[in-house]
């Protein structure tokens, strides 16, 4: 496994120094140096970096406020002369903080904190993926894997199916069951004469719509939102049109 990792920092040797312990693990790939937070902008947007050694004084803007605006960080160690920023640095999730100078010992021990990371939230992200199962359609009912049960779920009782990322949630009139799969690939399965997608979240069942209130459906006493591609599929189970 590579960690792609850039150095942010203002002082020329430190830069060079860290870029010298990086090409000293295998595992690392440097994807560049920038005397500026701002100058490291573009490459951590366009780039899929992992690992960013970053110093806390700089000019323009420190490392600790940089961090601040970054919505989805990549894993950061701080490297910097100054200590008294250390409860501020792990408050903002750092993983290491290294006090210049630092030893090639200590930063290898940084690294591998990183690593370590890395790969858990692989393996968890792998294990997921794993137990990703596709529901198994029959004439009257579905079979899907979930808390490493198998439940039936008969289509006469099932009112709405909600999607939340990976997950999706079928809400039946006595039970509600939660799965990974995918809302698309059961929009694709499901038969099109029981069942309708009314927005990038929802399949409801046709059988259970009650009423239809502006953009709003309502299915068995509850009101779901109708996206705006979907709005016309809805229109026709009334006899209407746009």
């Known amino acids: 496994m590579k960690v ?5 920092d203002d002082e020329h040797l430190a830069r060079q120094y860290i870029k010298d312990y990086i090409e000293k693990l295998p595992f690392l790939e440097f994807k560049g140096d920038f005397n500026s937070p701002l100058k490291a902008m573009d490459v951590i947007k366009t780039e ?4 960013i050694f970053l110093d806390i004084q700089m000019p323009d803007i420190t490392g600790l406020e940089f ?9 950061v160690i701080i490297t910097t002369a100054y200590k008294e920023y250390a409860i501020e640095g792990f408050e903002l999730n750092v993983c290491d903080y290294l006090l210049k100078p630092f030893s090639f010992e200590r930063f290898l021990n ?5 690593l370590a990371l890395i790969e858990k939230a692989k393996k968890e992200t792998n294990e997921e993926e794993q137990e990703h199962t596709e ?21 006469e009782d099932l009112v709405y199916i909600e999607g939340q990322k990976a997950y999706v949630t079928f809400h039946t009139i006595n039970k509600k069951v939660t799965a990974l ?3 698309r690939e059961l929009e694709e399965k499901l ?38 591609s979907y709005r016309g599929l809805v229109l026709q189970i009334f006899g209407l049109e746009e």
């Open 110 to 114: 940084a690294s591998n904190k990183v």
């Open 135 to 155: 529901a198994t359609m029959h004439d009257s009912y579905l079979v899907i894997r979930a808390d490493r049960k198998h439940y039936k779920i008969n289509f």
């Open 181 to 183: 799969a995918s809302l």
């Open 48 to 51: 899929n970096i992992d690992l």
């Open 191 to 228: 038969p099109n004469d029981l069942f309708i997608r009314i927005h990038k979240s929802y399949i409801v069942s046709k059988k259970r719509i009650d009423a239809l209130d502006g953009n709003m459906l309502e299915v068995k006493g509850i009101s779901l939102p109708i996206g705006k």
């Open 67 to 75: 961090l601040r605006t970054l919505q989805n960080p990549p894993y």
């Open 4 to 8: 792609n990792c850039i150095v942010v």
